[in-house]
């Protein structure tokens, strides 16, 4: 490990215009088979349209069509959505992580509708809120609700009991425990929770797009372009709805490294 | 605790209180009384109906076999850990009703990573509501007290670990506390540091003339710096013997190979061995 480490080291400080062009390599690589493969008629343009047309026209719906407006409404979703499962899930994680026996005693029921594909609760979900919005983002809520409060949980469990502590001998109330030792202490694995979480709840948006009943988002969009056989839209749409999901990924690192700036030190 | 108790304790002490009177010790003035304590853990009893008396604002070391409870024992005195029975006051008061702190072996665990230096000295002031302006008054004096030079707007992780222990100490030390417990605090450290650490605590110590109790597993340390060294048997743990450091203050290197330092550091490797010989 530490041999490749140094290595990489020594690399990095090596000429850092090749090394900052390393990741590329890979997605211009793909470009460039994709590229041939349509050109050379290895693959039937009908089906998978040469990557110079799906940009043209993927650029126009973004600028001059609607795929801005559902790429907004997706990414509104899951911002409500996201926004549910943090607010409930990292307090309630923390409680549940407090107590051993108490996350002993739910631990299963987590685990159960973690493994529980979310997907297949859409016809639960859609009796209980009908096909509007609710049922939309209640779903991918509950899905992301569930990654956040198992690790958040977690963290809470097997956070370093020092710190615990040593507040308590400076005469630190429980309240004060939870808020100034535990919750930072656990951050760290809360935000692997927010990250997981905030994938999962785009995940269930698109799929939730495309089968309870709407008329805009990202999911209705790639479904209605693969109805009406509109592919290059469709791929578009797929690249758009990556681009958005690495974003939020993204992001959410970037807000880390900000906040949690001790991880690992 | 009010603000004006704070101040008031924190109003300098004329010199240190005599030794002799430590010793002719009033009925306020009793220092540490443990009375009838009991720890049984699922091997068998840790304590049983232990008791111990230690001096008001004495230094005094905790040196014992593996697995006596050194660190247990300073866990229940200082009221961070359950004990099945038994008592503990502090000059006549529970010893919940005393100010103390307490040290750990791992400042890397201990120390808050999330927060600056400063505002790791600070946060037991930030506990007990005194505003800014009294906080920063605080740790300047502290500061100037013990001239610190350590950059505190630095985060733990950015410092060395003689300095990481040293905020820590100063975080224990920033309420004026009555009791110290310090566990094992240097033992993460190399022995140059360690050296240096031990003269720090000592010019603490010098100057607050607190009550300090001090788990060590390095009998050189546990005598350097003690009036008095507690030495314990195994389990069910017993008082080996208490010895008497009569040395002069302070205490440095040269100290370590003075012969009266030599033969009291002998003396209770003697007591150590017995008592480890006995176990088996």
Known sequence: ?265 | MSQEALQRSTAPRVGGAPRVEAAHATSTRRGVEVRGLTKQFDDGYIYRDFDLDLRDGEFVSVFGPNGCGKSTLINMISGMAPMDAGSVQFNGKPIAETRLSYVFQNYRDALFPWMRAIGNIQYPLKLLHLDRKSRDRRVESLLAEFDIRIDLHRYPYELSGGQQQTISILRALITDPEILFLDEPFSALDYEMTLFMRERLQHVFMKRRNTMVFVSHDLEEAVQLADRVLLLTRPPTRVAEIVPVDLPWPRDAKTLSNPDFVAIKSHCLDVFSREVARGQ
């Open chain 1, 1 to 265: 490990m530490k041999a490749i480490t140094a290595t990489s080291v020594k690399r990095a400080r090596r000429g850092s215009l090749a090394n900052r062009l390393q990741p590329a390599v890979g997605p211009l690589l793909l470009l460039a088979l994709w590229y041939v493969a349509a050109i050379t008629g290895l693959l039937n343009t009908r089906l998978v349209p040469a990557p110079g047309p799906t940009f043209v026209t993927t650029w126009a719906a973004l600028v001059h069509g609607t795929m801005a407006h559902d790429l907004t409404r997706t990414l509104v979703r899951v911002l409500y959505a996201f926004a549910i499962a943090a607010g409930v899930g990292v307090p309630l994680g923390i409680l549940i992580g407090a107590k051993d026996r108490v996350y002993r005693s739910v631990e299963f029921l987590i685990d159960f509708f973690r493994s529980t594909p979310s997907t297949a609760l859409f016809p639960l979900f859609m009796l209980m809120f009908g096909l509007g919005e609710e049922s939309k983002v209640g779903l991918a809520a509950f899905a992301a609700f569930l990654i956040i409060v198992f690790n958040v949980a977690y963290g809470v469990l097997n956070a370093r009991k020092t710190r615990i502590l040593a507040a308590r001998s400076m005469g630190a109330s429980t309240l004060r425990i939870f808020g100034d030792v535990i919750f930072l202490e656990t951050l760290p694995q809360t935000f692997v929770g927010l990250r997981a979480g905030v994938s999962i709840a785009l995940v269930v948006v698109v799929v939730a797009e495309m089968f309870i009943g709407g008329v805009d988002g990202m999911g209705h969009r790639i479904i209605e372009d693969q109805y009406s056989y509109n592919l290059k839209d469709m791929y578009g749409s797929l690249l758009v709805s990556g681009v958005a999901g690495y974003g939020l990924n993204y992001l959410f690192l970037l807000i880390e490294r900000h906040f949690v700036h001790w991880a690992g030190r």
